[in-house]
Nanobody, 121 residues
Framework: QVQLVESGGGLVQPGESLRLSCAAS????????MGWFRQVPGKQRELVAT???????NYADSVKSRFTISRDNAKNTVYLQMNSLKPEDTAVYYC???????????????WGQGTQVTVSS
């Protein structure tokens, strides 16, 4: 079974930047799509950005032009560069992997444990 480990969250002031990383571990053959979602208490988890193995990218409208998703297929790692952060970006950010082929079989969807991002002055 694949495990996703996030890092890079923290507390920043409005306008500052953070970079999140998520590494998938295990005997992985391939991952179709990797991405980031976020959730605040009392609300549904929402998409932030996704990237396919071929580099096709999708962003939520609220983060376009501020966030950049990238991926290193050789390292099974996905990154999220977050610039010009706003207080409304405050949330727990979750890494997601879809379509993971690994030595134990196939996982349609996997989630990381989440990392807190807080934007506050």
């Amino acid at each position: 079974q694949v495990q996703l480990v996030e890092s890079g969250g923290g507390l920043v002031q409005p306008g500052e930047s953070l970079r999140l990383s998520c590494a998938a571990s295990g005997s992985i053959g391939s991952i179709n799509t990797m991405g980031w979602f976020r959730q605040v208490p009392g609300k549904q988890r929402e998409l932030v950005a996704t990237i396919t193995s071929r580099g096709r990218i999708n962003y939520a409208d609220s983060v376009k032009s501020r966030f950049t998703i990238s991926r290193d297929n050789a390292k099974n790692t996905v990154y999220l560069q977050m610039n010009s952060l706003k207080p409304e970006d405050t949330a727990v950010y979750y890494c997601n992997a879809e379509g993971v082929v690994h030595s134990g079989g196939y996982d349609s969807q996997s989630w990381g444990q989440g990392t807190q991002v807080t934007v506050s002055s």
